[in-house]
């Protein structure tokens, strides 16, 4: 009972917690499939990007806040020039995007088993998983993508390698591997 109550306290327990994935800790609990991590993400780029789009948010709505009352300011902010309320939407929608990646930055491609996970808004069945490519974006941005045999010629970004933690190499095995165990006989699996 002792030992039960400094491991909530943060005694001799809390070291075994604290090596676990937030996202183990609540499979375990809710009785779900624990989860195996595959890529996580590099945390400093998601901070930067979070510091810059708050930064960026807070100086157009400085620029844009005029007037005496309250009302005046809100509504200057809100309907005042129509470019810089697309730019304050931009940066709230960037520092939306990049909270939400730094909040999976952990557990950002992981599976259960059954299926492959990507952040919190995509998954697909590993038995319908057949590959992993590397791919450069419009931007120039170079990406893995996912191909999915779902009758459909699109693939589907995995992760970008400016933010992934690791190599490439590593997450196209892992993926690779997890998927071969979908399968009845994995082939030409390699797992760094």
């Known amino acids: 009972m002792a030992a039960a109550s400094r491991c909530w306290r943060g005694g001799t327990g809390a070291p075994i917690w604290g090596a676990m994935d937030e996202t183990m800790r609540h ?3 809710s009785g779900a499939r624990p989860f195996v ?35 005046e300011v ?18 709230l929608l960037g520092l939306v995007w990049f909270r939400r990646l730094w909040r999976w930055r952990h557990a950002y491609v992981r599976h259960d088993g059954s299926m492959l996970y990507r952040g919190g808004s995509a998954r697909w069945p590993l038995a319908l998983v057949r590959g992993v490519v590397a791919a450069r974006s419009g931007l120039g941005l170079e990406t ?27 997450v196209r095995g892992g993926v690779m591997f997890a998927a071969a165990g979908m399968r009845a006989a994995p082939g030409g699996v390699t797992v760094n």
Not at 56 to 67: C, H, K, T
Request: aromatic letters at 2%; hydrophobic letters at 60%; charged letters at 20%.
């Open 27 to 29: 499979g375990a609990r």
């Open 37 to 71: 991590v595959i890529a996580r993400l590099k945390p400093k780029p998601l901070a930067a990007g979070q510091l810059l789009c708050a930064l960026a948010l807070a100086a157009l709505v400085i620029a844009q806040a005029r007037g005496d009352t309250a009302g």
């Open 74 to 91: 809100a509504a200057s902010i809100v309907f005042g020039d129509a470019a810089m309320t697309a730019l304050m939407a931009l940066a």
């Open 144 to 170: 893995l993508r996912l191909v999915v045999d779902d009758d459909s010629e699109v693939t589907r970004e995995l992760v970008k390698l400016a933010l992934l933690e690791g190599s490439a190499e590593a």
